[in-house]
Nanobody, 124 residues
Framework: QVQLVESGGGLVETGGSLRLSCVAS????????VGWFLQTADEEREFVAS????????GYADFAKGRFSLSKDNEKNTVYLDMNNLKPSDTAVYYC?????????????????WGQGTRVNVSS
């Protein structure tokens, strides 16, 4: 099993930036990619971005393109989500998930493990 811990959330003004971190431990060798999802009250988790741990290939939701950027540090087993030009609509709890398959990056059902989430609040 893989354990994930997110951090880096907080309160930021519109136009500000945050860096979220996702640290993995345990059987990380079984993880093909790490994905970030956001969730607001009474809504399902929504895909934000993902990164393949081997080749570093990334994918982004349309709303994240040009504003959010993924990177990884394999030595630290950490994936970073840099969020810039934040908007009030980005307010949510952000979760990272681990996926062992090399397809379906937007599908929550393919992510076997999740962290506890980190809250992002963007004030207007």
């Amino acid at each position: 099993q893989v354990q994930l811990v997110e951090s880096g959330g907080g309160l930021v003004e519109t136009g500000g930036s945050l860096r979220l971190s996702c640290v993995a431990s345990g059987r990380t060798s079984t993880t093909y990619s790490v994905g970030w999802f956001l969730q607001t009250a009474d809504e399902e988790r929504e895909f934000v971005a993902s990164i393949a741990l081997g080749n570093g290939r990334t994918g982004y939701a349309d709303f994240a393109k040009g504003r959010f950027s993924l990177s990884k540090d394999n030595e630290k087993n950490t994936v970073y989500l840099d969020m810039n030009n934040l908007k009030p609509s980005d307010t949510a709890v952000y979760y990272c998930g681990a996926k062992s398959r090399d397809y379906g990056r937007t599908l929550t059902r393919l992510y076997g493990e999740w962290g506890q989430g980190t809250r992002v609040n963007v004030s207007s």
